[in-house]
C-alpha cells in the first residue's frame, strides 16, 4: 500500500475534555483505510456508521466497541480519506486507541486547525469559511453563534468572490482592448462599459466599510469600562451585574488596581465589563498610579464608559477628557445616602435615574443590540478583512482616476485591487496569513 510519505495522515480526540460519553477520534489522509483495516479487520462501507471492535494490531486485543465511519475522498470535510472512530470516552480508552495509532508509520498527531487548513487547502473552505468555522466553536452568545454560521456558510466569501470576479472580468475586457488596440473588432468602447462596474463595486465596499466595525465588535464583545474615583461603587457595580464577587470591595479609597474583566451575555450579545482602579492623583502609591494609568488606557478603546460617581459628590470629579470618541454614560452611586442635600442640579443632567441593575441591565442590553445589531448583509469580521478590502478600494480609486495614466496602468491597479480581495478569501499569497488563522483553532478541528 503505498502512499505519500510527504503527507501524513493526521489523527486527533476531536471531542474535548475525558471523561465524556463519547469521545470522536478523528483521522485524516492517505493511509486512513491502512490504518481502519487494521484496527477493524476490513473497511466498513463509506459514510456508514459501523459498530467494530477495534483491536491492537500487536496481540490483537480489544481495545474498545466503537462507531466507525468512514468517508472516501475527495467527498469529506478535508477532502481526503477520512475516518471517525466514537469510542467510549473513557480517558484510558481513548489512551489505548491514540498510543495505537501512533505505532503506524506515516501517521502523526494532528496540529491546532490541521484538518481545517487540509479543508482549505483541498478548496472545500474559503479562509472566511474557516474563520467562520473557528467563530462558531468559539462562540459564547446567541448572536455571535449566527453570525459565524453565517459566514463559515460562506455568504461573506461569496460577497467578496463575486466583487472579485466581477473586478477579473472588468480587467479582461481591458487587457482584450489592448490586445486588439490595432484592430477594430474590439469595440473602443468596451472598457469604457467597465468602469459603471467598478464605481458598483467601489460604492458597495465603502458602504460594506462603513459598519461601525459591527462584526469585529460582535467577535470580541462590546467592551464596557467602569471609571470613576475610588470608592464611587465601581466593584460593587461589577460584582453586581456579573452576579458574582469577581472583584474585592472595601471602603477604602485605592482597592482595586488591576483591570478586572467579566464576560456578560447581554440579550445574546457578548460584553465584556472592565472593572478598573480610581481615578485619582494625590495620595495614589506607585501600584496605584499604574493602575490609574491602564484605567484610562482601556477606556479609551472602550466601547462605552461607565461614569461612576457618589450621588452626594456629583461635581467632585468629572470623566477625564482624554477619552476616545466612545459613549460615556454618568451613572450616580449611593442614592441610598442621599439625603437630598446636595442641589439636585449638581446631579449631572445626563444622568437618567436608570431604575437600578435591571434598568443598566436593559439599557447595556439595548445599548449592544444597536451597536452590534443583526446585519443583514454579511459583515466583515476580521482586521485582516478590512485591510485587504482598503487595498481593494486603493486600487480601484487609482484605476478610476487614472485615465491620463492609460490602460494599461489601469488594468495593474485593478489586478492589485483584485489581489486585495484574493487574499481575503485565501486565493492568493496567504502563507504567512495561514499559520496565524489556524494556531487559533483547537486540536482536533
Ligand atoms: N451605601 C452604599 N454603599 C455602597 C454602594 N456602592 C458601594 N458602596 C460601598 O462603598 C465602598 C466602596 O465600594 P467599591 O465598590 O469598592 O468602590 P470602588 O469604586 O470599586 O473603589 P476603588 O476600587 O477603591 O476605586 C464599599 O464599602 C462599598 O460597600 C451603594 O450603592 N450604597
Ligand atoms: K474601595
Ligand atoms: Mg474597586
New binding site residues.
Partial sequence: MQWDPERDTIYALSSGGLPSGVAVVRLSGPRVRFVVETLCGAVPEARRTSLRRLRDPVDGSVLDEALVIVFEGPASFTGEDAAEFHLHGGRAVVAAVLRVLETFDGVAAAEPGAFARRAFEAGRLDLTEVEGLGDLVQAETEAQRRQALRQMGGELGALYDHWRATLVRCRAMIEAELDFADEDDVPGTVSDSIWDDVIRIRDEITNHLEDNRRGERLRSGLQVV?L????????????ALAQRDV???????????DLIEVHLDLAGFPVTLV??????GEGAGRVEREGIRRALERAKTADLVLW?Q?AREPTRSDVPVALGQQGVWRIA?????YDGSARTDEIPSSVEVIGGLDGLLDELGRFASETIGHAEAPVLTRARHREGLRRCLDGLGRSLEGEARGLELRAEDLRLATDGLSRIVGKTDVEDLLDVIFRDFCIGK
Avoid: F
Wanted: proline fraction near 5%; avoid cysteine; hydrophobic fraction near 35%.
Fill in positions: 467602569l470613576g474615583p475610588p470608592n464611587a461603587g465601581k466593584s460593587s457595580l461589577m460584582n472583584a474585592i470591595v472595601t471602603e477604602e479609597a485605592g482597592t482595586t488596581r472593572d478598573t482602579a480610581g481615578l485619582r461612576l457618589d452611586t449611593k442614592w441610598d445616602l
